[in-house]
């Protein structure tokens, strides 16, 4: 079904007008859009129409991409929303961002650990820092698992 507006009456936006606003190139659309991200729905001509709410999933999207929450949480997460342009209630935005509050919470922690501790020993096995000695003895760290076991404790 060919379709100009939104199910709130409102005009269904183009690709090109997504991508301007959005700031995403044409390409990265299709890709969100075959990667479930998105949908968009066909005009007469049967070019891609999006609703306005499009733009706010975008602006998500990209944030939750550049704290590094991965593509697939990205989608089971935007799956639960309309895509038709009808309006997501408060409680809906609300469980969205709870959702990644923790997986964000723990990203600070793990972000804030890094600053705090990555000018003195971090347990890697290098014994390259002057208190690596006293924090990592002979690399007992490492009896415990790969990589920066200091950084990576829980
Ligand atoms: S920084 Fe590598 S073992 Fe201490």
């Known amino acids: 079904m060919a379709a100009d507006k939104a199910l709130d009456g409102a005009r269904l936006l183009t690709v090109g007008e997504v991508a301007r606003r959005s700031g995403v190139a044409v390409s990265t659309l299709h890709f969100y859009e075959s990667k479930g991200l998105i949908q968009s729905a066909r005009s007469g001509g049967n070019q ?4 306005g709410i499009v733009l706010r999933y975008i602006a998500i999207i ?10 697939e949480e990205i989608r089971e997460t935007m799956a639960r929303f309309p895509q038709d342009g009808s309006k997501l209630t408060p409680a809906q935005w609300k469980q969205l961002s709870s959702q990644w509050r923790e997986n964000l919470d723990e990203r600070i922690r793990k972000l804030t650990r890094l600053r705090d501790e990555l000018d003195s020993c971090i347990g890697c096995g290098c014994l390259s820092l002057q208190d690596c000695p006293l924090r990592n003895p002979d690399d007992v760290l490492g009896r415990d698992g790969p990589g920066p076991r200091i950084l990576e404790r829980p």
Do not use: E, F, M, S
Not at 48 to 51: A, D
Not at 62 to 71: D, E, F, M, S, Y
């Open 48 to 51: 891609r129409r999006y609703p």
């Open 62 to 71: 990209k944030v939750a991409q550049r704290t590094g929450i991965p593509l």
